[in-house]
Nanobody, 126 residues
Framework: EVQLVESGGGSVQAGGSLRLSCVVSGYTNYMGWFRQAPGKEREGVAT????????YYADSVKGRFTVPQDNAKNALYLQMNSLKPEDTAMYYCAARKGRSLILYSQWLDKQSFDYWGQGTQVTVSS
């Protein structure tokens, strides 16, 4: 069974940075970060193929967010820079250990992921 534990959320002013952490137990082949703002659907932010390191980002965060991983610590991070008020949301770590995802659209689709963390709140003030 895969378990995910997130940490690192908080409040920051626009233009600031935050780093979220996700520690995973169990084998996965994809890990991702999703977010959900009040009244909105959960959306994909970034996904990484854990074995090869290939990443895919939502257009809204390209150039601002990255997903470094530390295999020795079984950890995935979401480094968020140049934060904007519209980045305010609950952020979730997710994992998949199924077959390969063929389309990049699947990499940011919540239906592609089987395991979820509890979420951590990020609030960006203007």
């Amino acid at each position: 069974e895969v378990q995910l534990v997130e940490s690192g959320g908080g409040s920051v002013q626009a233009g600031g940075s935050l780093r979220l952490s996700c520690v995973v137990s169990g084998y996965t082949n994809y890990m991702g970060w999703f977010r959900q703002a009040p009244g909105k659907e959960r959306e994909g932010v970034a996904t990484i193929l854990t074995g090869g390191g290939t990443t895919y980002y939502a257009d809204s965060v390209k150039g601002r967010f990255t997903v470094p991983q530390d295999n020795a610590k079984n950890a995935l991070y979401l480094q968020m820079n140049s934060l904007k008020p519209e980045d305010t949301a609950m952020y979730y770590c997710a994992a998949r250990k199924g077959r390969s995802l063929i389309l990049y659209s699947q990499w940011l689709d919540k239906q592609s992921f089987d395991y979820w963390g509890q979420g951590t709140q990020v609030t960006v003030s203007s």
